[in-house]
C-alpha cells in the first residue's frame, strides 16, 4: 500500500485514491469540494495541547514526533490507523493536511506510522 501526503492547499490536488483529511481542524478557506475527501480523521490529529504547544516552532520537531508518536500508541488508536489503511483497500492512502511547513508537520509523523502498520500487515499475510 502507498501512503502519500499532500498540502490541502497544493494548487494541483492529487486525484484518486482515499483521500483523508488528517488535520483536527477544517483547512480555513477550503471547501469540501474542493478537498474532495473520503474521510476526516480527526481522532488522529496530534491533540490539541500538544498542536498548540508545538506551534509549528523547528526546534521544538523531536520532541513533537515523541509526544505525537505516543499519542498514536494510545488506547484505540491503533485500531483506527488499522481502519484507515483497510478503508484505503489497494489504492493509495492520501494523508491530506494543511501545515504550511513541509518539513515539520504531523501528518510525515503519522505517515510513518502508518506505512509500519501496513509492512506489518504485509508481514503477517505472508507467514
Not at 501545515?99 to 508481514?123: F, G, Q
Request: proline content about 6%; glycine content about 6%; some cysteine.
Amino acid at each position: 500500500m502507498k501512503v502519500e501526503i499532500e498540502n490541502a492547499y497544493s494548487h494541483v490536488p492529487m486525484r484518486g485514491g482515499y483521500r483523508v483529511l488528517v488535520d483536527r481542524l477544517w483547512p480555513r478557506g477550503l471547501s469540501k469540494a474542493r478537498l474532495a475527501l473520503d474521510a476526516w480523521a480527526r481522532d488522529l490529529a496530534p491533540s490539541t495541547p500538544l498542536r498548540q504547544w508545538f506551534a509549528h516552532d523547528p526546534a521544538r520537531w523531536d520532541e513533537f514526533r515523541a509526544r505525537y508518536r505516543a499519542e498514536l500508541r494510545a488506547p484505540g488508536q491503533t485500531a483506527r490507523l488499522r481502519a484507515l489503511l483497510d478503508a484505503a483497500g489497494d489504492g493509495p492512502l492520501r494523508l491530506i493536511h494543511a501545515a504550511h511547513d513541509a518539513e515539520h508537520n504531523h501528518a510525515l509523523v503519522l505517515c510513518t506510522r502508518l506505512r509500519r502498520l501496513a509492512a506489518a500487515a504485509r508481514r503477517a499475510d505472508r507467514g
